[in-house]
C-alpha cells in the first residue's frame, strides 16, 4: 500500500483510476495514403491463407536450401572435372615416362652398335629450307 499515491483508495480496495485520469483512445492520424497501406495488409493476409504467400523466413530458408542444392551441384561437377584432369595427367606422365625409357634404351643399343654415325652441326648462317630468313 502507497498512501501518498492519490489514486489508491482506502485499505484492500483495488486499484482505480479516477475519472480526469482516464486514458484517453485516441486513433492513430490517418495519413493520405492509409487506405493503400490498410488494402495491402488485407491482401497480404488473404494471400497468407491461401498459402499463395509464405513466412518470409520460411520463402529464405527455401532459397537458401535451392542455394546450397546448387553449390553442391556446382562441387561435385568441379570434383568430376578435377578427377578427370588428374587422371590425364597421370596417363600423361606414364607416357612421357615410357617414350623416356624407349629413348634410353635406343641410345644404349646405338653406342653398343657402334654403327651409327653422327651427322654434322648445321652451319648457323644457312636458312633451312622454306624458312622466311
Request: positive net charge; glycine residues 4%; aromatic residues 4%.
Amino acid at each position: 500500500m502507497r498512501p501518498e499515491d492519490p489514486r489508491h483508495r482506502g485499505r484492500g480496495e483495488p486499484h482505480r483510476l479516477l475519472p480526469e485520469e482516464e486514458p484517453r483512445r485516441h486513433h492513430p492520424p490517418r495519413h493520405p495514403y492509409q487506405h493503400l497501406a490498410e488494402e495491402f495488409e488485407r491482401r497480404l493476409k488473404a494471400l497468407h491463407k491461401a498459402g499463395q504467400i509464405v513466412d518470409p523466413r520460411a520463402a529464405q530458408i527455401d532459397r537458401l536450401k535451392a542455394q546450397v542444392a546448387e553449390l553442391k551441384e556446382r562441387l561435385a561437377k568441379r570434383d568430376e572435372a578435377l578427377a578427370e584432369l588428374t587422371a590425364f595427367k597421370t596417363l600423361a606422365i606414364s607416357r612421357l615416362t615410357a617414350q623416356h625409357e624407349e629413348i634410353e634404351h635406343l641410345r644404349e643399343q646405338a653406342a653398343a652398335v657402334g654403327n651409327v654415325c653422327c651427322l654434322p652441326a648445321a652451319r648457323s648462317s644457312t636458312a633451312p629450307y622454306g624458312s622466311c630468313s
